[in-house]
């Protein structure tokens, strides 16, 4: 309601208390939307700084702190975010590594039924030639999860360490959910084995023919329980 009040130049009107009040404050929703999205906000903020200090302290040379810490810079480390040097000083491979995975499932009756051999490497391969965006598991998964675990394991294949054990149930996960997709019917266990293919150095001059051919290399790695696949 307005209030007309004289003057000498005429007529003013006045507002009322009420129009002059402040507008309205945001809806409930609207306010919680504002405060989930500072919420996510700061959150993403912590959990890139602490990556940011893990991945820095896994890097950087032993100290008290990544000592102390170890086992937890490792778990968030390890196999996702792994740094090494090999960007700056590149050493490429020398050898052809072929992975080939067989699968197993024991009946009610106690039988096993063991499946033939099939190429786990081939499948990469297919997938990443003549593809012009080739992807990242196509290309490294399999190819850095055998690499992860030949550095945990050694020649033995027995796991000493937490990596080491890490390393294996990567292995063994990788292979089981692509054997998944590959075969029909259900197993419970899969081994590995791993053949080694030199890669041919031309040597110029008549010493190329008296050197004797670098062997192939077969490794047989013992059977491993994973999760039930299939019916």
């Known amino acids: 309601m307005e209030e007309i009040q004289q003057s000498d130049s005429g007529p003013a009107t006045q507002e ?29 903020l912590a959990a890139s700084c602490i990556h940011v200090i893990l ?12 000592k102390r810490y170890s086992p937890l810079i490792n778990a968030w480390v390890y196999p996702f975010f792994e740094q090494n040097w090999r ?6 491979e020398s050898v052809n590594r072929q992975i080939l995975a067989r699968t197993a499932h024991t009946g009610s009756d106690g ?25 990242h598991t196509a290309q490294n998964m399999l190819r850095r999860a055998w690499a992860g675990y030949v550095d945990s394991h050694g020649a033995d294949d027995k796991a000493r360490t937490e990596r080491a054990l890490m390393m294996q149930k990567y292995l063994s996960n990788i292979a089981a959910d692509r054997a998944a997709t590959r075969q029909d019917g259900a197993f419970d266990f899969i081994q590995l084995r791993v ?11 008549p010493a190329a023919g008296n050197r004797p051919p670098t062997p192939v290399e077969s490794r047989l790695l013992p059977w491993w329980k994973v999760t039930r696949h299939g019916k």
Not at 114 to 129: G, I, K, N, Q, Y
């Open 87 to 92: 960007l700056f000083a590149p050493d490429p």
């Open 16 to 44: 009322s208390p009420d129009a002059m009040a402040a507008p309205p404050g945001l809806p409930i929703s609207a306010r919680a939307l504002k405060a989930g999205l500072y919420t996510a906000v700061a959150l993403c």
């Open 111 to 135: 039988s096993v039924q063991v499946s033939p051999w099939f190429d786990l490497t081939a499948v990469d391969r297919s997938a990443v030639e003549h593809h012009p965006f080739p992807s």
């Open 55 to 66: 991945v820095f302290l896994h890097v950087a040379p032993a100290n008290t702190v990544s």
């Open 195 to 205: 053949v080694t293919l030199p890669i041919p150095i031309p040597v110029p001059g």
